[in-house]
């Protein structure tokens, strides 16, 4: 079954650094999409990055421009989230979730449980 | 950006009730949009996508409709798992994927 599988989350520093890791399992990974969305403590869904099935293209979201970068490797069906200055409106869970876009569905299909990340001092 | 706006913020309702919540799009989606599920402690679950189709596992008791910028979630009947938030999603106009923030469904 699918199952995808975060971690790497802990507490750091305000201008800290962290990196997330996501294993998948059960699915092609490297034919999928793969986002990483937040969810701060009590509050919404903040999607945060894209990759593409093959690494070569990613977006963020203004949030987190030029401080995250999301990367994979599909030999190792893992995908990653490089944190980089950190501040404490960082501070939420990371859920890395599926795309199946080029499937016949669509949305984000499968998600991971999630890793708390806590900026704090 | 395109911006989701859900109302109400809370739905309460008793088990057996209809739940109809509602979802805006600052401009067009088409019918490029998903209904997801979460409850507490528990990471999103996809319900709907499409606008209008259940993903797969879902009950016939949870229903999607609208196109361009007005969306309903309808459960026709709720039990008492049904009880969580629920967040609409748009993937027509991205980067960014934007959410709603979330329709609470507690129980009255």
């Known amino acids: 079954q699918v199952q995808m599988v975060e971690s790497g989350g802990g507490v750091v520093q305000p201008g800290g650094s962290l990196r997330l890791s996501c294993a998948a399992s059960?699915?092609?990974?490297?034919?999928?999409?793969m986002h990483w969305v937040r969810q701060a403590p009590g509050k919404g869904l903040e999607w945060v990055a894209f990759?593409?099935?093959?690494?070569?293209?990613?977006y963020y979201a203004d949030s987190v421009k030029g401080r995250f970068s999301i990367s994979r490797d599909n030999s190792e069906n893992t995908l990653y989230l490089h944190m980089n200055t950190l501040r404490s409106d960082d501070t939420a869970v990371y859920h890395c979730?599926?795309?199946?876009?080029?499937?016949?569905?669509?949305?984000?299909?499968?998600w991971g449980q999630g890793t708390l990340v806590t900026v704090s001092s | 950006e395109i911006v989701m706006t859900q109302s109400p913020a809370t739905l309460s309702l008793s088990p057996g009730e209809r739940a109809t919540l509602s979802c805006r799009a600052s401009?067009?989606?088409?019918?490029?949009l998903a209904w997801y599920q979460q409850k507490p402690g528990q990471a999103p679950r996809l319900l709907i996508y499409?606008?209008?189709t259940r993903a797969t596992g879902i009950p016939a008791r949870f229903s999607g409709s609208g196109s361009g910028t007005e969306f309903t979630l309808t459960i026709s009947s709720l039990q008492s798992e049904d009880f969580a938030v629920y967040y609409c999603?748009?993937?027509?106009?991205?980067?960014?994927?934007?959410f709603g923030q979330g329709t609470k469904v507690e129980i009255k």
């Open positions: 979730t599926r795309d199946p876009a080029g499937t016949p569905v669509y949305g984000f299909d499968y």
């Open positions: 059960g699915f092609t990974f490297s034919t999928f999409d």
């Open positions: 990759i593409r099935h093959d690494g070569k293209s990613q």
């Open positions: 401009q067009s989606v088409s019918s490029n």
């Open positions: 499409g606008a209008s």
């Open positions: 999603q748009q993937y027509n106009n991205w980067p960014p994927w934007t």
